[in-house]
């Protein structure tokens, strides 16, 4: 309805009216701006709930439950390492792993120094394993004290309801019956890190996983590793265990039996006790490792825990090198040992027969120079048996200028120095056959016959590893074979290649190789064993050169000249070959020699028909 209006005048009293209908417009107009608002509120809080409720409904319910169930990581037992026999090298045994999932703690400070208190740690390195931790998701635990004591599970899992994000695992740990058996052959597992992670080698890991990083344990991870499980829970409010929901079992994993024999093994690294070197023992008749030392060891178990300052520095110690596998990675001039090569070459060559004879005064003259033999006085008129038996340098200057480095190099290649055996271990080295041209690439030079002298007694450029050294005198005992080596029983053995000389001339060699240990004038009488014919050579190589070196005695022990042996046992049809190296050892007749005669003694034990017990170890 208008509204009408009076107006009264005072001057004229009159009266105006007016009719209003402004005002009702206007509510009208504000009352259909409210309902549209009203009805927009509504379809919104409807569109809303939809959104939540049947749109979203699933994952917030899927959300929901996450916060209420937890999935617990199983880890798989890791596979055991055994002997040829089937005893135990490597096995598993169940440890506490206390860790820390950082999504679940508030207040990171005051957990720390709470777990200071509780554990052998400082709150320092417990500080440094978090922020190394950082780029892990952080769901996951990162472990804080790895193979825990009972008393500090007992400590933490008492308080565990005032130590939010604090788990306490169970997790398997390498055992080793016989102590530190073959650690540089069997290597060691570490924490996997950020790049073996990345590296897509171990879709098995996850941050906090031990995984081989060296030796066995990392050549068969995939098959040692098995396969992780996880265990669905249901917790409350307080990340306190409600129920099991659901488990899916681990899978353990495989198995490996080496080659080894676990005796012989350690009778190996008993009788390297004390020095630095290395040893290995195979069967020549198909390349299966026997033994395989390397001296000083260490103890794979505390890569697992974490070193300490001091241990790292003794791992590393660049004199000793405890962690170089030095029966595959050790390179050293052979010495005296080449000479079964220089007398296989020259035989074959035609420069030399077996009853060629050259005379030693104690040195051989090449030009202006004088290049000594190591017997003073000389050895007189020398043929080939004498030259190998007591070792005449002056007899292999001969030979090797009649030969020149080229054909020297051939037979050294032939031989299989210079070149990777193929053992399927990480770190392999191939040594070195040097040869005229490499000579000439390297330094713009040519060859020297003055070097060729030095190549044709082992020494100058040459380099070769125990296990190289091994095979060589294999393959005299076994008629020129050279097999793959290996260390995992079930594989066949592998044919790779025939050394270029005949059998025959082999034998020759052999049987005056004999004469080195029973000859009265033999570099090796230190390796006589009553009952049985070895064939051996011993071999000095010089550290330093001719014109810096004293009097032994006056060395310091760096500096001394290193000890090799290599023999092969029962000469006649050898089932045993074996290479030693004692670094800075002296005379290879009275430091290496020795070494080998124990190996072989166990050999000949583990034969009869009632062999020893095995040798009793502290663990």
């Not at 081989?212 to 917790?235: D, F, H, N, Q, T």
């Not at 050895?379 to 001969?398: E, I, M, P, R, W």
């Not at 590893?465 to 066949?492: C, F, H, W």
Request: with cysteine; proline share 5%; glycine share 8%.
């Amino acid at each position: 309805m208008n509204k009408e209006t009076e107006i009264k005048t005072p001057d004229t009293n009159l009266t105006l009216r007016r009719f209003d209908t402004g005002d009702k417009q206007e509510q009208q107009l504000f009352c259909t701006y409210c309902s549209f608002i009203l009805l927009g509120c509504f379809l919104f809080l409807c569109l809303r709930l939809w959104y939540l409720q049947i749109y979203k409904g699933e994952e917030f319910k899927e959300l929901s439950q996450k916060n209420s169930i937890k999935y617990v990581r199983l880890q798989s037992y890791r596979g055991n390492i055994l002997d040829r026999a089937g005893r135990l090298i490597a096995g598993v045994e169940p440890s506490f792993n206390i860790g820390v999932v950082l999504k679940d703690v508030k207040d990171v400070e005051s957990l720390i120094a709470e777990l200071a208190n509780l554990l052998e740690e400082t709150a320092t390195d417990i500080r440094m394993k978090l922020v190394a931790a950082k780029e892990q998701p952080s769901y996951l635990p990162v472990i804080i004290k790895r193979d825990a004591s009972w008393q500090e599970v007992a400590q933490v899992e008492s308080r565990l309801y005032r130590l939010p994000g604090v788990v306490v695992e169970v997790a398997p740990a390498r055992q080793y019956p016989y102590g530190t058996v073959a650690p540089h052959l069997l290597g060691y597992l570490g924490e996997v890190s950020l790049e073996q992670l990345k590296s897509g080698n171990f879709p098995h890991a996850v941050p906090g996983d031990l995984v081989g990083k060296s030796g066995i344990e990392l050549k068969y991870e995939k098959k040692l590793a098995g396969r992780s499980g996880y265990k669905m829970i249901e917790v409350d409010a307080k990340g306190r265990m409600i129920k099991v929901l659901k488990v899916q079992k681990p899978l353990p994993g495989q198995d490996v039996q080496l080659t080894i024999n676990l005796d012989l093994q350690l009778a190996a690294e008993d009788a390297l006790s004390g020095k630095s070197g290395a040893l290995v023992a195979l069967d020549p008749r198909n390349g299966q490792i026997l033994a395989m030392a390397s001296s000083p060891k260490f103890d794979p178990r505390i890569f697992a825990r974490g070193l300490t300052e001091m241990e790292w520095k003794e791992l590393n110690d660049p004199l000793l090198t405890p962690l170089v596998n030095k029966a595959i990675q050790g390179q050293y001039s052979p010495g005296s040992t080449f000479k079964i090569v220089m007398a296989a070459a020259g035989l074959k060559e035609k420069v030399i027969s077996p009853y060629s004879s050259f005379f030693c005064n104690g040195s051989f003259k090449l030009g202006r120079r004088r290049f000594r033999c190591w017997k003073k006085g000389g050895h007189g008129q020398t043929s080939l048996y004498k030259a190998l038996v007591q070792s005449c340098d002056v007899y292999f200057y001969n030979v090797g200028l009649k030969l020149g480095v080229d054909r020297i190099s051939k037979y050294a290649f032939g031989f299989g120095l210079g070149k990777k055996t193929g053992i399927e271990l990480p770190g392999e080295k191939a040594g070195f056959v040097p040869t005229r041209q490499w000579k000439k690439r390297r330094f713009r030079e040519p060859w020297q016959k003055g070097e060729t002298l030095n190549y044709s007694i082992g020494q100058g450029f040459l380099l070769v590893t125990p296990l190289q050294l091994s095979r060589m005198i294999a393959a005299v005992g076994n008629g020129g074979n050279l097999y793959k080596p290996e260390y995992v029983l079930d594989k066949e053995p592998l044919l790779q290649a025939k050394v270029p000389v005949p059998k025959r001339t082999l034998e020759l060699i052999k049987k005056d190789l004999i004469g080195v240990t029973e000859d009265k004038h033999g570099t090796a009488r230190t390796c006589v064993i009553e009952g049985i014919h070895i064939a051996g050579k011993t071999g000095t190589a010089q550290v330093i050169k001719q014109s810096k070196r004293r009097e032994s005695e006056k060395m310091a022990w760096k500096y001394q000249d290193h000890a090799l042996f290599v023999a092969i046992a029962p000469a006649k049809n050898p089932q045993i070959a074996v290479a030693v190296i004692i670094e800075h050892g002296g005379h290879g007749g009275s430091a290496a020699a020795p070494v080998a005669k124990a190996v072989i003694e166990r050999w000949l034990q583990l034969r009869s028909p009632k062999p020893p017990t095995i040798l009793q170890r502290k663990l």
